[in-house]
């Protein structure tokens, strides 16, 4: 989830600022919050210092009629928020120059002089914003891409608990972290695309790097979380010598 943060003092292109962006998180379906949209930098920096904040997106005007002006809110923003990328938008273009001055990296200066391109320059960072995030995960985390409808959907290996076979032909169940949604492929398929993965059941996949014990009596799976499923005799073995050697 990327959070995204807007600084403008003119009410009416606050507004038109929001609007741009939650109707392009709607019709995308992108993972992506607006969490604090005001015209006062002092609110978006106090929200910063009540919560641990990363990889966040900030959308700033330069000239925001108070005491600190934009370029200063991102300085102080980078020292709360390393990784985060920030969005200049603004009539001073002459202002650009400051920003190396206070070291602030800008992903894009959208100018207000053209009004009829900023909705476009919005989506567009919006874009670039989740793109270098998404490379700079890959690099840290193992992901496993699933399609659905005209989306590609990125989970984290480490959120999945297993996967199951659904009631709908051709559909699989997948069990997260923190819920579940079908997609369609087969257990057969899934069960070769990532290391991690285990068909311990015929009907059941199951994220190895998850389980929080197996019991060889009854051949149940308990997953960190709690919810439990059924490995078959052979998958029982199997993963009892995979995951506890000849402890057990």
Do not use: W
């Not at 370029?71 to 923003?77: C, N, R, T, V």
């Not at 960072?125 to 496993?144: C, G, I, P, T, W």
């Amino acid at each position: 989830m990327i959070d995204v943060y807007v600084c403008e003092d003119d009410a009416k292109q606050l507004n038109e600022i929001v609007n741009y962006i939650n109707n392009y998180i709607l019709i995308e379906d992108l993972e992506m919050k607006i969490q604090v949209a005001s015209q006062s930098p002092h609110e978006i920096l106090e929200y910063l210092k009540n919560n641990e904040v990363n990889n966040s997106l900030y959308f700033l005007d330069i000239d925001l009629k108070t005491d600190i002006n934009g370029i200063e809110l991102a300085s102080k923003i980078r020292k709360r928020d390393l990784t985060s990328k920030i969005v200049f938008i603004t009539t001073h273009a002459e202002l650009v120059f400051l920003t190396f001055k206070y070291q602030v990296e800008a992903l894009d200066f959208v100018l207000k002089d053209f009004p009829d391109e900023i909705q476009n320059r919005v989506i567009k960072a919006m874009n670039l914003a989740v793109e270098q995030f998404k490379q700079k995960e890959s690099h840290n985390e193992d992901f496993y891409q699933i399609k659905t409808a005209d989306h590609v959907r990125s989970i984290k290996v480490a959120d999945i608990l297993f996967f199951e076979s659904s009631t709908v032909p051709h559909k699989v169940i997948v069990h997260l972290m923190n819920g579940q949604f079908e997609f369609y492929s087969t257990i057969r398929e899934i069960e070769a695309e990532n290391a991690a993965f285990f068909r311990c059941y015929k009907s059941f996949v199951v994220n190895t790097k998850n389980i929080k014990t197996i019991d060889r009596h009854t051949r149940e799976i308990t997953m960190i979380n709690g919810e439990k499923l059924l490995s078959s005799v052979m998958a029982c073995r199997t993963l009892i010598k995979m995951l506890y050697g000849d402890k057990q």
